[in-house]
């Protein structure tokens, strides 16, 4: 549909455990008026792809300490800092 995001979350060290012992999700995001940044896919993937246990995966509007969001092999959390903001999802992130 236009406007939609098609991406490929992967889970691993454990988290799987969380979606069903799914490591690889194939997925389509709505398109939406506002930009997909992480937290909205944090968001979306805990109503969506998560089965079980949220506390262990979410705290307030962010991943729990411990779980490490990589955004094409960065972490999240360094491209926040250094862009000053919460970035949308890169393009190269569709598939």
Do not use: M
């Amino acid at each position: 549909s236009p406007g939609s995001l098609s991406l490929t979350p992967l889970c691993r060290g454990g988290a799987e455990l969380l979606f069903d012992g799914i490591k690889k999700h194939q997925v389509t995001l709505p398109g939406q008026e506002e930009p997909w940044d992480i937290r909205s896919l944090l968001v979306w993937i805990k109503k969506n792809l998560l089965k079980e246990r949220p506390e262990l995966f979410i705290q307030g509007d962010s991943v729990r300490p411990g779980i490490l969001v990589l955004v094409n092999d960065a972490d999240w959390e360094l491209l926040v800092s250094t862009l000053g903001g919460i970035p949308p999802l890169p393009a190269s992130l569709a598939s």
